[in-house]
Nanobody, 114 residues
Framework: VQLQASGGGLVQPEGSLRLSCAASGSIFSGNVMGWYRQAPGKQRELVAYITSGGSTNYDAPVKGRFTISRDNAKNTMYLQMNSLKPEDTAVYYC?????????WGQGTLVTVSS
């Protein structure tokens, strides 16, 4: 397995979760890493990405609530999600972009509900 996402679960609105994505070194090092999500009946969308140098970018709905980070020594990427809303409910996927190659993890389900 080259990308392994974990950390999803059921959380109440306004709660927090931290997702992790463990990657093999060959596809993590030096590449852009990102989190995507796909809600039921919707297309997969980019949530956030982080470059090898640590520059980040967020989709508007999560800006200010989510924080993407990476630990290059551990080949692991994180997504800290705070102030979660029901509309954040989705399967979250991690992605590695290595040139023209795109790698995907298996997804982890996040459910925000009271």
């Amino acid at each position: 397995v080259q990308l392994q996402a974990s950390g999803g679960g059921l959380v109440q609105p306004e709660g927090s979760l931290r997702l992790s994505c463990a990657a093999s070194g060959s596809i993590f090092s030096g590449n852009v890493m990102g989190w995507y999500r796909q809600a039921p009946g919707k297309q997969r969308e980019l949530v956030a990405y982080i470059t090898s140098g640590g520059s980040t970018n967020y989709d508007a709905p999560v800006k200010g609530r989510f924080t993407i980070s990476r630990d290059n020594a551990k080949n692991t990427m994180y997504l800290q999600m705070n102030s979660l809303k029901p509309e954040d409910t989705a399967v979250y996927y991690c992605n590695a972009l290595a040139g023209t190659l795109s790698y995907w993890g298996q997804g982890t389900l996040v459910t925000v509900s009271s």
